[in-house]
């Protein structure tokens, strides 16, 4: 699903937060497939695989979402803490 939803919106805008320093960015779709794609690689470099469960203790930020991408698209179960 979150394939589908990926597809045909690189260039539509995702996400908008405030860095520490209050500087607002901007990301895209495409720059969010991309950093979990990434990710989701890194993971399984790591041993990682489908079915795996993975805790995540992050605070809300752009790299929580990365990560939650990621472990979608690994077929990893994502637990919150």
Avoid: M
Wanted: aromatic share 8%.
């Amino acid at each position: 699903l979150y394939d589908r939803a990926l597809v045909g919106r690189a260039d539509a805008p995702a996400l908008t937060f405030e860095d520490d320093e209050g500087a607002l960015h901007h990301d895209t779709f495409g720059a969010l497939d991309a950093r979990s794609t990434q990710c989701a690689a890194e993971l399984v470099a790591r041993g990682v695989r489908a079915g795996d469960r993975l805790a995540l203790w992050l605070a809300n930020s752009p790299a929580f979402i990365d990560l939650w991408l990621a472990c979608v698209k690994v077929g990893v179960i994502v637990v919150p803490i």
